[in-house]
Structures are given as C-alpha cells and as structure tokens.
C-alpha cells in the first residue's frame, strides 16, 4: 500500500502537492473578508429547501410504485437494508418523474404553476407512504415476536464505523458546499444546466441545434429542471442552487444504496460504511456531484441494476426483475453507455437458463424458457423506458444514436454532419491515449489508479485513487482460497465485463463509475471473510480506509482551489467568484450588460460555455473553430470573408486567439502545405479581426471583436 501511495503521491503535485498553499489562501479568504450575507443564505436555503421537496416527491411516487409493483405480481416485499429500501424507492421515483418532465417538455409545459401542482401531487404521495408506513410498523409490533423490516446490528458501534462515516460524509459535505456555489463545471455549462435554462426561457423543450449534446438523454437534467423552475420563483439565482443541490442528491442515493447492498450481503455494519468510504473517496465522484454533471446518477442506477440481478438469481423474484429493468431504463435514459450493462444481464440471463434446465426435474425450479422470456421481456422493457428520448432524437435527426455512429445509422442536424462525426469519435478516442497498444490496454487498471489526471484526456479526465488497485488481489486471493457465494461472483463479473466494454470505448474515468459501487460490496466482502479467519480482525478495514486518504487529500485540494463557501453563503458575489474560476468571463460580463438585445456573438475556441451568456450565439459543437477554419481556408481575400461571416448574421466575435494565431497550434496550419500558405492564412485571420472592426476588449489570451456592418447584407 504504502509503495502505491507514493507513485500516486508522486502524480499529485498540481492539487495534494499545493495543499499548504490552498490551505493558507482558504484561511485568509474566511479570516479576511466577509464570509456570509443575509441574502446569501437565504437564497441558498431556498435553493436547497426546492431540491429537497423535489428529492422527498421522488420517495412518494417511488414508495406507491413498489407497493403496486408487488401487488399486481402477487409477490410478497424480501426483507431488505432499510437503507437500500429508502435509496431504490427515491431512484425509482427520480426516473418516473423525469419521463413526466420530458413529456411536459414536449408539450410546451413548462411552467411554475406545472411545477408546484407536480410538487403537491408529489408530496401527497410522500404523505401517504409515510402514513403506510406507520401503520405497517404499529401491525407488526402488535404481532408477537414480530421484527422490523430492515437489517438492524445489535452490537455497538466500533472506532472504524466512526471513521467509516466520517470518509464516507465528508466528500458529501465539500460536493455538497460546492454545489451551492455558481456553477462553473464544463459540461454544465455547455448543456447540463445550458439546456435546462434555455428550455425554461422558451417554456418546453426546443430544437438547439448547434448544441449537439442535447439530442443526448437527458433525464437526470429533468429532476434539475423542476427544482429550477420552482426555485426560479425566487430568483435565478436560487433556481441554480436548487439544480446544484438536486444533481448532488445522487451522491447520497448512491452510498445508502452501496451501505444497504452490504447490509443485504449480512456484512456487519463497519464494512457495510467501509464499502461507502471507498465510493465517496473516488475524487471523481466528487467531482460529478460537486459540478452539476450525472455520472454518479448512472453509477446509482447501474448499481441498483446489478443488485436486483444477483437477487432475482438467488429468489427468482418477479419484483427483483422488474427493479432490474426499470433501473436499466432509467440508466439509459441518463447515458448510453449503460448499455454496457446488457451484456453481462443476457449472460447472466442464459446461465440462469442453463441452471434451469440441468434442474428440470425438481418442479419448484422455473424451466430454461420460462427463465430465457422473463429475462428478455426485462431487458426489452428496460428499452421501452428509456425509448422516448431516443425516439425523439430518432424523429429530430433519422437516427435515436445521433450524434454518435452517423456513418453506419446517418442522421443530421445543423451544424453536424458525417465528417464531424467521424472527428468526434477520434476525438473520444484519445480518452487514455491517442494510440493504444496491446500494453496499454494490460497496464489499464495501473495507470488509472495511478496517473489518471482531470481535464487531460490522455489520462482519462479523472482521478481514481489506489482503494481499488488494492482490492484487486484480495479478490483474486479471495476467489482462489475462499469460497465465494454466488451473489459476489455476478458482481465481479458486472464490473469485469463494464471494465472490457468501457476499454473498447472512450475512456474517460467518468465513464467507468458504474463498476465501481459493485466492486466496492464484492471487496469488502472478500475482506471481511478473510477478516474473520484472522486474529488480527480489524487490519484489513483499516487497511482499506487508509488507503483512501490519498483520495480524500485530493478531494480537499480541490475544494480548497475552488474556494465556494464564501460564494455558497453569499460573502463573495456571484460576478466575483465567476471572474476568479473563469477567466473569460469578464468578457460575458460586456456582452450581457453592455451589447444590444439583438447582437449575435460568435464563440470561437470559448469552450461553449452557453449558460452564463445572455444574447443570441451561434458556435461549433466540440470543434469550435470547425466553421472558422473552413472559412479561412476557402476565402479568396478578406472581403469574401467578411461577407460570409456577416452573411450568417455575426455582430460579434469572442475568440481565443492565443491558439488561433499561434503557428505551432493553430487549425489553420496545414503540414501538407508550405510555410508561406499558412502564414498568409494566419495573416488573412488577424486581418479579419484587426482591420475594419471594433475591439472591444483583449488580452494575452482572449479578444472580443466588434464586426463593421456589411452593407451588401444590410
């Protein structure tokens, strides 16, 4: 472990390496300037109270769904972890309303009166399954010897369960801080909470077609919509927090779920939160929930996925493959890659065939067809519940895969098209390195618990840590000397399968966040039975907890670089905090405030932040100099280009020129073509910005350009 730690350690300098810096400069931001404001946290109280409201209707509508689900399949409730019992009725519940805002969407419904009739009608439910409830525990204590539902420790609690909880609630605590904060995460602001908030100005949901990303599914962003539409009856402001605080909701989901499904497994209580500890601590996870993005959604969903699997293999509960195919819709209506789940369930699905039919003659065991149809049948309603937003792509562009794949099931849409196509998937591609050999794909697991670095697609944009590395031989160990239950081995087969999947595919770490809640159950299982064979019992889970803190050192180094509390509680403005995390921003700032209603800006190499911008834009999906360049390349002298570029309605350019002018860097420059072309296609750019136009702002980096009126359009 210790050797582990250090070449990880060694792979930190840019966030542990800096922690007494951060630390000093977060010390003297709190000692030194106002940390809170009356108006900040009211807003912020707001913001939270809408998501929780909205996280508590999930609960209601997911609790009256498995009370249904199990009476009309006439199938008694298993005794299960109250906790896992309380994550799946809120994941449940997330996923149905999400379908019911994507079709009030479609409708044009988006409106603050929908949202807070959808949120009574919610919180009657939830007031009704809490009324169940009670009843249900006041019957069984008048039953003599009757227990409670749940699995409860009698024993008390030890050092590592304190420990545990406190690994597994601090990330929560700093994801939850900075989900409070203005939002500044790259994928939120291109279409996680962009799409949502234009969605909202148009009152349903709308064609963005320059925005590629939102042909994508989109249900996990729903939720954030409806805490945004009530919290918008405040102010924006609060709206964004209450999206901040319903993405983030899902971190919490998923560690009860990881908690409960070792608690379901009969692990004591300790493991059940080392289990817990070891998901929260990936800083990656933190990440997602800190950010706005989904990733640690569709890990839940996969989780919840792969624990009705096991189960419905042990019980053959009808309920159980029912919970499965609805958390796979789910998950599919999040990302498409949950897709990689499929493989392992049919798998799992034609060994539970076989096992059938080698036990033909006991008459309690189901046949081989029965078991093949059952499972079939989940998998397809599992397509049917995420098919509406995959038909609705499908209907706006020819294909329900669009933008992925358009070579081999075409689709189109503005600003895209087979070529795009084909430079996006090489652009995914060079996720864990532009060319893979044979060795990289064996030294796979090695380098991402290791190298792994965010925003640096070479290194999988992510940071995993060394908790899993480590696990690793004390599965292998465990599966060699031990005799392991059933139930463990589908998990570690999920997790091997998803791990090949998402190797033959991009390999951002992100990606890979399904595997993990599985793993963690099947580790700490394999620990805890070695544990018990041992005299020294409480090495291995300390062990385990130890080598977390090279995480949650890496957790708090982030935080401590972004610095949200005084921005969370309303010490720091909004502008001030926007300005200090992005270093364009000042130039939305002119745009928003000081350019006219009607201008059209042009955003070129500006990482397609659309959220923060408040007029008309038009830019280029991932590559975002594409139509640029290819002006530059065709024009034959400035004046055609500057009459095509006001042709497409330009007021304004924001441009990263750095790059653009750069010889050594720039798209312009073509290696098949001699050094005198290129210079002049770069003079040819600067002239077009420079010459006849209007700065309105610049620096070492960046450029706002007024564009001169083009009479022949005009």
Excluded at 241 to 251: D, E, P, R, W
Excluded at 499 to 504: A, I, N
Aim: with cysteine; charged share 15%.
């Amino acid at each position: 472990m210790f050797l582990l730690t250090a070449i990880f350690l060694s792979y930190r300098g840019a966030d542990i390496g800096q922690l007494p810096v951060l630390i000093r400069a977060f010390l003297a931001s709190l000692l030194h300037h106002r940390v809170l404001t009356l108006t900040g946290l009211i807003e912020s109280g707001a913001g939270v109270i809408a998501a929780s409201l909205v996280v508590l209707v999930w609960y209601g509508l997911g609790d009256m769904i498995e009370r249904l689900g199990h009476r009309l399949l006439a199938c008694r409730g298993e005794r299960e972890a109250s906790a896992l019992v309380w994550a799946r009725r809120c994941t449940l519940g997330a996923g149905f309303w999400s379908l019911l805002w994507l079709a009030l969407g479609l409708g044009g419904l988006y409106r603050q009166t929908v949202a807070v009739a959808a949120l009574l009608f919610g919180l009657a439910f939830f007031a009704l399954s809490v009324v169940q409830s009670v009843k249900a525990r006041r019957l069984l204590q008048r039953v003599p010897g009757a227990v409670a539902t749940g699995l409860r420790a009698s024993r008390q609690r030890t050092p590592i369960e304190y420990v545990a909880a406190a690994f597994a609630a601090l990330p929560c605590l700093l994801a939850f801080v900075a989900a409070l904060a203005p939002p500044t995460g790259k994928d939120a602001l291109v279409y996680r909470l962009a799409l949502p908030k234009a969605y909202l100005a148009a009152g349903g949901i709308i064609e963005t077609p320059y925005n590629i990303y939102s042909y994508l599914a989109l249900g996990a962003e729903m939720n954030g919509l409806w805490a945004m539409l009530l919290g918008g009856m405040g102010s924006a402001r609060i709206a964004e927090i209450a999206f901040g605080v319903s993405a983030f909701a899902y971190l919490p989901l998923l560690l009860a779920v990881v908690y409960g499904w070792a608690r379901q497994m009969k692990l004591e209580r300790e493991w059940a939160l080392v289990a817990a500890a070891l998901i929260a601590t990936i800083p990656t996870v933190y990440q997602v929930a800190a950010t706005g993005y989904v990733d640690h959604a569709l890990a839940l969903y996969s989780a919840l996925v792969i624990q009705a699997a096991e189960q419905w293999w042990t019980t053959q509960s009808r309920w159980s493959l029912l919970s499965l195919s609805l958390a796979l819709g789910f998950a599919l209506s999040i990302k498409l890659v949950a897709v990689f789940l499929s493989l392992p369930l049919a798998i799992l699905i034609l060994l539970k065939a076989r096992e059938a039919q080698n036990r033909a003659s006991k008459s309690a065991t189901p046949n081989a067809g029965r078991v093949i149809l059952s499972g079939c049948a989940a998998l397809v309603c599992a397509g049917i519940t995420a098919s509406p937003w995959y038909i609705k792509t499908w209907l706006a562009t020819g294909s329900p895969l669009f933008p992925f794949y358009v070579h081999l099931w075409p689709g189109a849409s503005p600003g895209w098209d087979a070529e795009r196509s084909r430079l996006f998937q090489l652009f995914l591609s060079h996720y864990g390195g532009a060319e893979k050999t044979a060795l990289d794909y064996m030294l796979a697991p090695l380098r991402v618990s290791l190298q792994a670095q965010p925003e640096l697609p070479a290194y999988y944009d992510g940071v995993l840590g060394i908790t899993f590395l480590l696990g690793l031989p004390l599965l292998l160990w465990g599966f060699w000397r031990l005799s392991v239950n059933v139930e463990v081995k589908i998990v570690v087969v999920f997790a091997a399968v998803f791990f090949f999947c998402w190797l033959g595919s991009s390999q951002q770490l992100r990606f890979l966040l399904p595997a993990f809640p599985g793993l963690a159950v099947a580790i700490v299982f394999i620990a805890a039975a070695v544990s018990a064979r041992s005299s020294k019992k409480r090495v291995l889970p300390w062990t385990l907890l130890a080598a977390t803190v090279a995480g949650q050192l890496t957790i708090l180094s982030w935080f401590l670089a972004q610095n949200p509390v005084r921005a969370a509680l309303g010490g720091e403005s909004r502008q001030t905090y926007l300005e200090r995390r992005l270093d364009y921003y000042p130039y939305y700032e002119i745009i928003n405030t000081q350019l006219p209603f009607d201008a059209r800006i042009w955003l070129i190499n500006m990482r397609n932040d659309t959220y923060h911008l408040d007029r008309p834009y038009f830019s280029d999906y991932i590559f975002e100099d594409y139509t640029l360049t290819k002006l530059v390349k065709e024009a034959r002298e400035l004046s055609e280009l500057r009459a095509r570029v006001r042709a497409m309605g330009i007021t304004h350019l924001l441009i990263r020129h750095d790059v653009l002018l750069d010889y050594d860097r720039s798209p312009l420059v073509d290696e098949q073509r001699d050094r005198a072309e290129n210079q002049a296609r770069l003079a040819l750019l600067r002239a077009f910005l420079l010459e006849g136009t209007r700065v309105l702002r610049s620096d070492g980096k960046f450029m706002l350009v007024e564009l001169a009126p083009y009479r022949g359009f005009d």
